[in-house]
């Protein structure tokens, strides 16, 4: 695994162990509890699986205000107006950054995003380690998770996507090298292959062609990281069968993230 993945999850294990001084497990539990029963069951956002599948686009836009690569990119940026814009302008669904110290993300964005009115899939998108993190993620509205192959043995992929389920939250499963795929035998609801390389950083979206022969036929399969044109957005539907597509920085470095993302779709 790679360095800055090792350092990102090592620190993460912290965080969580912090957290839960905050708000124990058990508390955890009850609120999460609460919540789907105010949700009567239903998970917010619905289906981010049956929404890419049906888009003619497939755009996950991905709200994400720092990264460790690039430092900040819009430190301005606010939960409450950019998701919202993203919906407005023709986002498939979107994906929202709830690591805090990398990343510059936190869970309430999510419900800043739910409070003014997105209605979209929202993917809660962090290194996800524990249990915990999944009623993290289904207290503040996700829809679906993240779960990286290259944090997690195979063992601990399957009981997270098991539990995931449970709560009744969808499974991105992320991979990225041919060591990545026997986790794909789990059967997540969405399969993602990352162009950008965790450890160094570097992005080659010829990742996700190479790979894409490697996953089973009819599945959901999802593009992540380095994607900026819309050319290459149509060459990994027709030639990778690819029906979503997690951008992020594309849009976030501009002076109005929705409007970015309406002019990109418009080009597709």
């Known amino acids: 695994m790679a360095d800055i993945l090792e350092e990102i999850v090592a620190h993460k294990r912290i965080e969580i162990e912090q957290r ?13 509890d609460r919540k789907i029963k105010a949700d009567e069951g239903l998970t917010p956002g619905g289906s981010m699986r049956d929404a890419l599948m049906s888009s003619s686009t497939g755009i996950i836009a991905e709200f994400k205000r720092k990264s460790p690569s690039k430092g900040w990119i819009k430190e301005e940026g606010k939960a409450s107006v950019i998701p919202l814009a993203y919906q407005q302008n023709g986002a498939s669904a979107l994906s929202i950054l709830t690591d805090i110290d990398y990343f510059g993300g936190y869970d309430e964005y999510i419900q800043e995003a739910r409070h003014v009115g997105v209605t979209l899939p929202i993917l809660y998108k962090n290194f996800v380690v524990e249990e915990y993190q999944l009623l993290q993620a289904r207290y503040c509205g996700a829809s679906a998770v993240l779960l990286i192959a290259a944090c997690l043995t195979k063992q601990e992929c399957k009981d997270l996507l098991n539990m995931a389920h ?32 965790l450890g160094t950083f570097v992005t080659n979206v010829e990742n996700s062609f190479r790979l894409a022969e490697q996953l089973p036929k009819d599945v959901c399969r999802v593009s992540e990281s380095g994607i900026s044109n819309p050319e290459v957005v149509r060459r990994l539907r027709e030639e990778g069968g690819f029906r979503g597509f997690l951008m992020g ?13 309406n002019e990109f779709i418009a080009n597709l």
């Not at 839960?20 to 999460?32: A, D, E, G, V, W």
């Not at 709560?167 to 060591?179: F, I, K, P, S, T």
């Not at 920085?249 to 993302?261: H, S, V, Y």
């Open 20 to 32: 839960k001084r905050f708000i124990s497990p058990r508390q955890m539990i009850t609120l999460t």
């Open 166 to 197: 449970q709560l009744g939250l969808e499974v991105l499963l992320e991979m990225h090298n041919d060591q990545d795929f026997e986790y794909a035998e789990l059967e997540p609801d969405m399969y993602g292959i990352n162009n950008r390389n």
């Open 249 to 261: 920085e594309q849009f976030m470095k501009q002076a109005d993230p929705g409007i970015a993302l």
